[in-house]
């Protein structure tokens, strides 16, 4: 099995550029999110949809926008990326039972110039 | 909302020494608790969870956890340290459908 896979693993953008990271899971997980890594501050959850059709803002929701584009893919676009935006993102997906754990992507990593 | 504080933001043991690292959640109930591994340039990896039941959890590689509901803690422990074992850790907390991590311990082991 693949788990969860993100696309691309590296990227470079342009302040001001667009970009969508895609994340897809093969193990038909309810629920998926979408994490920011940086230094010290651990991860902090940005979208996440706790079901096909449902979208929810996290802790940093602001210059991000994500799509549950169905039960396996959820993207996340950053319509003017900011340096500020630089990070390693992170995707995860669970079931919904409560005590189901996340099963995380090998990240993203991006720089904004 | 769960809030997760991990103490101390670095942890330099001996290999072969007891590795411990700390974690305290406040919750107006006992929470779902989960401690995750990430090795360098990779995701994270579950190392072990409690949900219910018996409070002393066993993970993979050897690590344990304790949860203590009047302590509002769930530390994290290895007896014997390896190099293998140098990596972040975190902790995390589950509630509303969404895990709460702490800022991260990494752990760096001495031969």
């Known amino acids: 099995n693949a788990g969860v896979t993100q696309t691309p693993k590296f990227q470079v953008l342009k302040t001001g550029q667009s970009m969508t990271l895609q994340c897809a899971q093969d193990m038909n997980h309810n629920s998926m999110y979408w994490y920011r890594q940086d230094p010290g501050m651990g991860l902090r959850l940005i979208y996440y949809s706790a079901s096909e059709g449902t979208t929810d803002k996290g802790e940093v929701p602001n210059g991000y926008n994500v799509s549950r584009l169905n039960k396996r893919e959820f993207s996340l676009r950053l319509e003017s990326a900011a340096p500020s935006q630089t990070s390693v993102y992170f995707c995860?997906?669970?079931?919904?039972?409560?005590?189901?754990?996340?099963?995380f992507g090998e990240g993203s990593r991006l720089t904004v110039l | 909302a769960q809030s997760v504080t991990q103490l101390g933001s670095h942890v330099s043991v001996s290999e072969g020494a007891l590795v411990l690292l700390r974690c305290n959640y406040s919750s107006s109930v006992p929470p779902y608790l989960f401690w995750y591994v990430q090795y360098p340039n990779q995701g994270l990896q579950l190392l072990l969870k409690?949900?219910?039941?018996?409070?002393l959890v066993k993970g993979i590689n050897g690590f344990e956890a304790e949860f203590k509901k009047s302590e509002t803690s769930f530390h994290l422990t290895k007896p014997s340290a390896h190099m293998s074992d140098a990596a972040e850790y975190f902790c995390a907390a589950l509630g509303d459908y969404k895990l709460s991590f702490g800022a991260g311990t990494t752990v760096t082991v001495r031969a």
């Open positions: 409690y949900t219910t039941g018996a409070t």
């Open positions: 995860a997906s669970r079931f919904n039972r409560e005590t189901g754990e996340l099963f």
